[in-house]
Nanobody
Framework: QVQLVESGGGLVQAGGSLRLSCAAS????????MGWFRQAPGKEREFVAL????????YYAGSVKGRFTISRDNAKNTVYLQMNSLKPEDAAVYYC?????????????WGQGTQVTVSS
């Protein structure tokens, strides 16, 4: 069992930056591919980024590529999402997720989410 707790959300002006963190409990964190998703009001949850358990590979949604960076520290059981050049359309609740599948085809665990608000 893995529990995920996100933090780092908040209010930021357009063009600003935020770093989200996701702390995981459990001894098997390093064997999970980790991802970030987001959901804006009235919209479906969408994929943002993932990082494989060895951190060898990362993947990004086209809308965030070049602006967001996902990373992980397996010693701290934590995955991060560095968000730069934020836009109003990035505003959403951001969720951390863990997958036992290397490519993240299915997600086994979810956090409770952290709110990101971007003012124009």
């Amino acid at each position: 069992q893995v529990q995920l707790v996100e933090s780092g959300g908040g209010l930021v002006q357009a063009g600003g930056s935020l770093r989200l963190s996701c702390a995981a409990s459990g001894r098997t964190f390093s064997s999970y591919t980790m991802g970030w998703f987001r959901q804006a009001p009235g919209k479906e949850r969408e994929f943002v980024a993932l990082i494989t358990w060895t951190a060898t590979n990362t993947y990004y949604a086209g809308s965030v590529k070049g602006r967001f960076t996902i990373s992980r520290d397996n010693a701290k059981n934590t995955v991060y999402l560095q968000m730069n050049s934020l836009k109003p359309e990035d505003a959403a609740v951001y969720y951390c997720a863990g997958s036992s599948d290397y490519v993240g085809s299915e997600w086994d665990y979810w956090g409770q989410g952290t709110q990101v608000t971007v003012s124009s």
